[in-house]
Every structure is written in C-alpha cells, then in structure tokens.
C-alpha cells in the first residue's frame, strides 16, 4: 500500500466508524438489537465501499460531512448482506472478518433481525442528511434501492444461488458478480459523483469504471478462495471449491482467472485516465483491490 492511500485512510476510516456506529447508538431502538447490529458493524472490514464514495467526492473537491453519510448508508447495506448471508439457509457460515458470525453469538432470528435493521436504517439517514438538496437525496435513495435489491445484490445472490445446482458459463458468471459484488461498488462509486453533482459525462466514465473494479474484485476474492488461508480471510477458505462452486478460477485456470484480473484492472486504470483532476487515490485503491491478499 502506498504513502497515499495510507494517508488517505488515515485520514477517512476513523470519520467514517464514527459517523456510522453514531447513526446507531443514535436510534431509540431494542438494546439488543442495537447491540447486534454494531457487533457486525465493529467485526472490521476494508471498508472499500466507503473509500470509493469519499476519493470519488475528493476527486471533484466535495467536502461537505454529508459524505461520510453516504458512505455510512452503504457500508450499513454491505454488513446486512454479510450478515444474511452467513445464516444457516444461506451460506451456513461461523466465521466472518475474523470473529463468529453474527447468529452464532446473538442467535439466527436476532441477527436476520439485525440485518433488516441496518438495511432499512441506510435509507433513512439518505433522506434526512440536511445539507444536501431534495432531488439528490432522491437520486441516491434510488440508486441505493437499485443496487441493493432485486436488480442488484439480492438478485445477484438469488442468481449465485440457482448457479450451484449446475456449471455456469463465463457470461452467466460474470451476470451473477455485476449484481451480487458489482453493485454496491457501483453505487459507491456513482454516489459520489452525484453527491458532488459531476458531469453526466464524468459520471458516464465513473459508472464504466465500477463495472471493471467490480468485476476485478470478485476475481480476486475467488483466487484468494484457493490461494489464502482462513487466519489471512478471516472466513473459511476454500469453501468455493469444496461445494464446485463455479467460480472464475473452475472456468479459465487460476492463471486465466488471473490474466482476466489484470484485463479488467487495465481498463479501469485507462478510464480513470480519461477524468481531470487528481485519480491518484481512485488508482491507488483500484491497485489495493487487485492486489490484497485478504
């Protein structure tokens, strides 16, 4: 990781837990239900989804704290996807960032409990950030309803889901990870260029953007399946495997799997190129995620 990256996380991920475990100490809400919810929230994470809302608002000089709201909003819809899919009718999983999952300390109705709430609760702080205008609160409210569910996230799960009864192609694959991985990241990414009101053609090269890191990201997420470790994880390796899941390391050879990595990296480094103003970190988080070994 470079001195700039660093600084800028650093700079970012404390603001950002702080604005996002205050939005849930803040509700008046059940204790343990409170309680369930920061437990994911806290278990850690890389963060990644914040980081693009906020290098995207850095890259068009948006200052405004509204930006750590954004950012909080999708990070809240990442963890109650984690949440939901560690549960024993999903992925049935014990461990997630390192820590039990969520069901296994607060039980599996508590935590699907938890998860609704944090999806919801995203929505919410959207439409009551104060110094934002109406119709941008509504731009990102749909964008986030787009890309969270059934046009997004949860029908990407509901299509990886129907894909472990058989072998998927390399084009139903990528379909499933647009949606399931790709989407957050896109809104992430499209987020911050509404916030900051970019141009359409700007947020046309930031959108084309998301689809490669998208894409890049699951690719990796399925290398390290075979080539990290539990401990490096913190969740069970190699579970893609033992169920012959397909994945893109089954369909091209971990090194076509890996060729394709890099395809999808050039190419959004080349649109990163087509934007003014200063894409260091938007490039130097692009590296990050093509690179990390967890």
């Not at 939901?84 to 999903?90: E, G, N, W, Y």
């Amino acid at each position: 990781m470079t001195n700039t990256l660093n600084r800028f996380m650093e700079e970012h991920l404390l603001l950002v837990d702080d604005e996002l475990y205050s939005l849930v100490e803040k509700i008046v809400a059940p204790k343990t239900l409170k309680e369930s919810m920061l437990y994911s929230l806290k278990a850690g994470g890389k963060r990644i989804r914040p980081l693009f809302v906020l290098a995207v608002c850095q890259l068009f000089n948006y200052k405004q704290k509204e930006a750590y709201t954004v950012a909080s909003a999708v990070e809240m819809i990442h963890t109650y996807s984690l949440i939901h899919d560690d549960l024993p009718s999903m992925d049935n999983d014990e461990l997630r960032r390192g820590k039990p999952t969520n069901h296994v300390v607060y039980g599996e109705a508590l935590a699907t409990l938890a998860g609704d709430a944090l999806n919801t609760l995203s929505f919410g702080i959207l439409a009551r950030m104060e110094n934002v205008p109406a119709n941008i609160k509504v731009q990102l409210i749909n964008l986030l309803s787009i890309a969270a569910g059934a046009e997004g996230m949860v029908g990407g799960q509901v299509l990886d889901i129907d894909g472990e009864t058989r072998l998927l192609n390399l084009e139903e694959l990528e379909q499933v990870h647009i949606n399931k991985t790709g989407a957050l990241l896109r809104f992430s990414i499209e987020a911050g260029a509404v916030l900051s009101e970019a141009s359409e053609e700007e947020r046309s090269i930031l959108v084309d953007f998301a689809h490669h890191i998208g894409l890049a990201f699951q690719i990796q997420d399925d290398i390290l399946d075979i080539e990290g470790t539990s401990e490096e994880l913190g969740k069970t390796a190699g579970k893609d495997v033992a169920s012959n899941k397909s994945t893109y390391p089954s369909l091209l050879t971990i090194d076509g799997a890996k060729n394709k990595l890099n395809e999808h990296y050039e190419v959004a480094i080349s649109l990163l190129e087509q934007l003014k103003g200063d894409t260091t970190v938007l490039k130097e988080l692009t590296e990050y995620i093509v690179r990390r070994n967890k």
